[in-house]
């Protein structure tokens, strides 16, 4: 559900000061690491999800099960990355020494890198797993003479973080969100230079 030319360069400074637990919308970017082909692949302008991409689409959507602050907007699951909209419905006051991740929801951190950093560790768990009983075969990669499997890496460490700030930037991100499956083909040699950490 992704992508228009006139979005930010998928590059992000953080804000300093800024509280990214506070109510709000934003635009969150992740990509696979070494851009792996793991998620799926692109035909006819539309997007295909792998087994792997399944599990994260999943996963994502069970964010607002653990989550009841946090609406989720338009997203997409890309071959080699992750376009989507978060949003901050109520701000819930952090308590001192908060880790969390989907598999143990017990006193969350709210702000939107604990958010990701949740998404990704489980992910990347249940992602493990299922290559673990397929003996480590990557859906749609090149075939490669059998190994014993090691867990993989699936995301890279940073993420492209964008503050929605009004309605029309809203709307416009969408519709980047929405076109992306359509404009792979015109954007996929262009490499997301990603710049925030988790």
Do not use: C
């Not at 851009?35 to 069970?62: Q, T, Y």
């Not at 939107?112 to 009983?133: D, E, Y």
């Not at 993989?152 to 930037?169: G, L, S, T, V």
């Not at 709307?171 to 950490?197: M, T, V």
Request: charged share 25%.
């Amino acid at each position: 559900m992704s992508t228009n030319s006139n979005l930010p360069n998928r590059r992000s400074i953080r804000l300093k000061n800024y509280d990214y637990s506070q109510k709000g919308s934003y635009f969150i970017t992740i990509v696979t690491q070494n851009r792996k082909h793991l998620f799926g692949k692109i035909e006819d302008g539309k997007m295909i999800l792998s087994s792997v991409g399944k599990i994260v689409e999943d996963e994502w959507m069970n964010t607002i099960q653990l989550r009841p602050n946090v609406v989720l907007g338009e997203f997409i699951i890309m071959p080699d990355h992750m376009h989507m909209i978060v949003t901050i419905i109520t701000q819930i006051e952090k308590k001192e020494n908060e880790e969390w991740i989907h598999s143990n929801p017990k006193s969350p951190s709210h702000t939107i890198g604990a958010i990701i950093r949740g998404f990704k560790g489980a992910s990347t768990k249940k992602i493990n797993l299922f290559l673990n009983s397929r003996s480590g075969e990557l859906p749609f990669a090149p075939a490669a003479p059998a190994a014993p499997f090691a867990p993989n890496k699936i995301f890279q460490r940073n993420y492209y973080e964008h503050i929605i700030r009004n309605q029309r930037d809203y709307h416009r991100i969408e519709k980047y969100i929405i076109d992306n499956p359509r404009n792979w083909k015109k954007k996929k040699k262009k490499k997301l230079n990603l710049k925030s950490e988790d």
